[in-house]
């Protein structure tokens, strides 16, 4: 516990030493943790952390033996060495890997492996690239052999070819995070290890080369587990907190008495506690988030049998609707002979009663087609004053039964040509018609046609009902939305007003409602009209 | 309609002159045999799967003066329609063994069916159908149940040209 004092070495590179191989042990228990057991990268990254340490770790002890026994330090250092090319070897694999995902067996992968065993073997039995050793006080001067050329050569090849997989494909952010610990580790090492020593002769610095494997492994390691710690907020917690952890925990080993020793203690306890806890709390925080995608995901599927359901039932309906239809048509049009006075009146109605029924299968079916914007809309030039006058006709009747007056104002002349779909623009109308006469017991409901710009036509339908509160109002035009009506009872499917809110925003036109509560409300829309020149077709 | 097996009589249609007070039967699959009556009228085809809905369409069809043929699936009217060269294609969409858009893909490959009139008759009000149709050169994609048989007829006489 109290300081380790060897061979003059700073207190950097003991700490130094001592976070390396901390966070390297930290990492191999990661990957192999998180990665999955089929997953042949979790035994490559060990491979690379085994012989990552063992060059780092028996660097530094040749430095550390190399002032009492330089014999020693020679073997330390071979063993070093030993493991260099087989670490650049398994960093080349990775990198095949990270992008791959499996290392196929290619006669390049064995060629390298030999190599890089060959130059291992020569490092440790030959003095072709160590020759001998000599310390100077603090630092190792490695004596290089004939070999040292041609060995940082083959080096060099390695790295080169552990860059080349990692730009061909398209770049992820495993990638950018492998190759961005590759390259501190290149440039690392292209500059301590093999310039300074090779061309300039300064060898005493190369244990910064040394060091700098341990970005390479960090962001090796965050490349491979990545699906388990995507989200860099959480890495970024995850890491600084062992960081934390581990600078605390070295601390202790640099304390020069017992209070500052208890006081580092207590300091490492708690912090241990309280990124125990908050590592927990993140991971929690990631179960839960994968918990929603799966949610999402199920109610995307449920929508989707919601809208199958709906289309096949109003397709089915459609059919004896139609033919209802077709046949009451063609009888009240007389197509069947001359038919009672009494019996027209009674097919009217029968008309009327399945036009509606027909109105609200479309409505239930297209409200999500209309929001998908999938409907088809049948669109030409319409006159306004003709919908409204026929929705009149077919709702005169049912004002009358309830004792309205119903009332039918179109100035003369007025513009009233638009594009639209008529049929659309017809259910717009009798949406508010009958609304209308829905909500309102006693008065009248009228129809107007205004023109309040030379551009724009406006429809209102204004009813003396009991009006509609600012809370209501808010709501109205919302998705299945229904307001009570004089009975108490909320009437209709909810579903009319938001779509012909839908539908007129679709032509290109407004919508809205004025109401005074007791005196009765106004319900208007406004749609632009067809230009004078192309009206004149 | 035609009835391949009852090919002894002369090919079979549907249409009276004013003074034939009979009503026409249809069932499934299509087959009739009425007396052979003088061409008048242009010749209409109706595919439609729904006997009920072919009952309707073909009672309103002869009473306006045309002649017509129907099928109830899409291999039957491709033979049909093929075979008796109409005037006037009126598809359904939803039908079994083919459907109306396939069967118009089909027609339009051959240069006689390359321009000929179609409109589509169906329920199903999906854009992507109808965008679809529009794209083989259907002239127009109706919803069946927003229309009267007479809308239907005054359709078919816009797009034949009035006549």
Not at chain 1, 231 to 260: C, D, H, M, N, P
Not at chain 1, 345 to 371: C, P, S, W
Request: proline share 4%.
């Amino acid at each position: 516990m109290f300081p380790l004092q060897l061979a003059h070495l700073p207190s950097f590179h003991h700490m130094a030493i001592a976070t390396i191989n901390i966070t390297v042990i930290a990492l191999v228990a990661l990957v192999h943790k998180y990665s999955k057991a089929t997953d042949q990268r979790g035994r490559i990254f060990i491979a690379m952390g085994l012989f990552m340490l063992t060059w780092v770790d028996f660097a530094y002890l040749a430095r550390l033996v190399g002032q009492s026994s330089l014999a020693i330090s020679e073997v330390f250092l071979r063993l070093a060495w030993v493991a260099t090319p087989l670490f650049f070897y398994y960093t080349y694999l990775v990198s095949v890997t990270v992008i791959f995902q499996a290392v196929r067996k290619s006669t390049l992968n064995t060629t390298l492996l030999v190599i890089a065993v060959a130059l291992s073997a020569a490092s440790a039995f030959s003095n072709l690239i160590i020759e001998g050793i000599k310390f100077t006080g603090t630092n190792i001067d490695i004596q290089y052999g004939v070999g040292f050329y041609p060995f940082l050569a083959i080096i060099s090849l390695f790295m080169v070819l552990t860059l080349v997989p990692v730009f061909r494909t398209k770049m992820t952010s495993k990638s950018w995070a492998f190759l961005a610990g590759v390259l501190i580790f290149y440039v690392a090492n292209i500059i301590f290890n093999i310039s300074l020593p090779a061309f300039m002769h300064v060898t005493h610095l190369y244990y910064l080369g040394d060091y700098s494997t341990v970005f390479l492994l960090a962001l090796t390691a965050y490349a491979i587990i990545e699906h388990e710690l995507f989200k860099v907020r959480v890495i970024a917690t995850q890491a600084l907190t062992i960081v934390l952890w581990i600078i605390l925990f070295v601390r202790l080993f640099g304390t020069t008495s017992l209070t500052e020793f208890v006081v580092d203690l207590f300091v490492f306890a708690t912090s241990v506690a309280f990124g125990v806890l908050f590592l927990k709390s993140v991971r929690e925080e990631r179960v839960q988030k994968q918990k929603l995608e799966e949610l999402a995901v199920r109610l995307q599927d449920m929508d989707k049998q919601k809208d199958e359901f709906i289309s096949v039932a109003a397709h089915e309906l459609r059919a004896p609707m139609t033919a209802i239809k077709g046949y009451l048509s063609m009888i009240a049009e007389g197509d069947a002979g001359a038919i009672p006075e009494e019996a027209v009146q009674y097919l009217g109605d029968a008309i009327i009663g399945n036009d509606r029924l027909i109105r609200l299968v479309n409505n239930m079916l297209n409200v999500a087609r209309i929001e998908e914007g999938r409907l088809v809309y049948q669109i030409g030039n319409v006159r306004l004053s003709e919908v409204v006058r026929r929705v009149f006709d077919e709702f005169r009747l049912e004002a009358q039964d309830k004792g309205l007056a119903m009332k039918i104002e179109i100035p003369d002349p007025i513009n009233d040509l638009v594009r639209a779909d008529e049929d659309r623009v017809h259910e717009v109308v009798a949406n508010f018609v009958s609304n209308g006469i829905k909500y309102t017991d006693k008065g009248s409901v009228v129809i107007k046609l205004v023109q309040p710009t030379p551009q724009s036509i406006r429809c209102e339908i204004v009813d003396t009902g009991p009006g509609i509160s600012k809370e209501d109002g808010e709501k109205l035009f919302n998705k299945f939305y229904r307001s009570e009506s004089a009975i108490g009872k909320a009437v209709g499917s909810g579903l009319g007003l938001y779509i012909s809110k839908l539908l007129i925003e679709e032509f290109k036109g407004k919508i809205g409602f004025t109401s005074t509560p007791g005196k009765g409300s106004n319900f208007w829309f406004e749609l632009p009209l067809v230009s004078q020149e192309a009206q004149s077709q | 309609m035609t009835d391949e097996t009852t090919n002894t009589n002369p090919p079979s249609v549907a249409g009276r002159p004013a003074s034939d007070t009979s009503v026409p039967q249809v069932s499934q699959p299509v087959t009739q045999s009425v007396a052979p009556q003088p061409a008048q009228g242009p010749l209409l085809f109706l595919a439609e799967d729904d006997p009920l809905l072919t009952k309707m369409y073909s009672a309103k069809f002869t009473k306006e003066g045309f002649r017509l043929l129907t099928a109830g699936d899409g291999q039957e009217a491709y033979d049909t329609i093929t075979k008796n060269k109409p005037d006037f294609l009126i598809l359904d969409v939803m039908m079994p063994k083919l459907s109306g858009l396939e069967l118009l893909e089909k027609l339009r490959q051959e240069s006689h069916f390359k321009d000929i009139p179609v409109m589509m008759l169906t329920n199903l009000t999906q854009k992507e159908e109808a965008q679809k149709a529009l794209d083989l050169g259907a002239k127009e994609y109706l919803i069946k149940a927003n229309l009267t048989p007479s809308q239907v007829v005054e359709k078919v006489k816009l797009h034949l040209g009035g006549k």
